[in-house]
């Protein structure tokens, strides 16, 4: 008999970081969650939705500002001593050997030395890094290095391993055996973990690692979705089952705002000058048009078919999906995609009218470059520079996220001729011809 206490639990959590201007921005709101004995759960969401929040307050790292956290029933105030974690970068101290960092922790707790060392030796066996106790960092292969990040956290007996995006920097097969040798661990009983939480941007390693799935929604950050997933493991990707789930959770991934909206019974927030642009580049909006319009797709295909004959990761993928709808030029659901009769058009348009409609898209559907142009308008010799925009974007996300937003919609901008950017001075400025022929701004 199972315990029925979860191994962590969430209630109502809710936390808000401090932007630039002052004012708080809720990043994670209403977040109900439970980690429960003998399962492994896997959370996608947008970059951005607060996953790596939620995890570091699961790991006793930084404190909700309201709600419940409970660890085996009790209240969670500080870093615990079961729950352990692994980050995507590793971080390893780069001069210490592989058996040193892997003690470190151990060292920490005041653990002897002997013991430090035959916990340290253990874990490295069960992880595959025999014979590399002696080796530095920068020695080993991305993979091996995980390997030392996991031997980090698993030295330290945990029941509750979190996960933050641990394969995503890997390359795809060194990923998919580190991702198998963890799930071989898992069933082996040869570690004490009783609960895994993987965060991941790869739908597939979720269908094929998780026994549910959970959806994050941005903005703030909640649990929008529940999939159970029951099927055991090792799991076949090419199974009808794995097959039909992998689709389910596309579909549920690329929900416009509107259908979450319906689903939700929420108010459908409209696209504000505050909203992250996805992380799409033209050319890859371009390929994946001319992908859909052409044989066998022809104007429309299902999400993962799309998926494998692009050969791009979810990562690269949601977003362009995203910057595609948001302009209109496709229309998602259920799963599938469909080029609009304006993406149709788009792809079979020479270059000059792409960047017309592409500008004419932007200045429509995406408040930011709008408000740009507008302002550039404004000024007698039509330039400005990139800081006042990064300030109005800062007072919605961090400052990372703006500059990264800004370079999104100056690359767009650009492309659209809506405005243009010296790259040397940050100034943006009307094109060169915008004073004979002005676009239509609403
Ligand atoms: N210390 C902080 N101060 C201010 N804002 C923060 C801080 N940490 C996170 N944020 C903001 O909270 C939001 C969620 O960040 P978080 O890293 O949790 O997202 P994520 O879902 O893990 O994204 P990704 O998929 O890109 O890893 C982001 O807008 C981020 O800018
Ligand atoms: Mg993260």
New binding site residues.
Partial sequence: MKNVTPLIELKAVGKS?RTADGTDRA?LEGVDFALREGEIVALL?K???????LLRILAGLIAADHGQVHYRGQPLYGPARGIAMVFQSFALFPWLTVQQNVELGLEAQGVARAERNLRAAAVIDLIGLAGFEGALPRELSGGMRQRVGIARALVMNPDVMLMD?AFSALDVLTGETLRNDMLELWDSGKTPIKGLLVVS?NIEEAVLMADRILIFSSDPGRVRVEIPVHLPRPRNVDSMEVRGLIDEVYAQMTLSPADIAALTAGEVVPVHLGYRLPDAEVSQMEGLLEMLAAAPFSGHADLPQLAEESELSDEELLPVYEALRLLELVHIAQGDITLTALGQHYSHADQALRRDIFGQQLLQHVPLAAEIRHSLEQEADGELGEEPFLRRLEEF??EE?AERVLKVAIEWGRYGEVFEYDFHTGMLKLPEDAAEQPKAVN
């Fill in positions: 970081f990043v969401g970059s951005g939705s607060g996953k790596s929040t995006e941007h996300m961090k996220e």
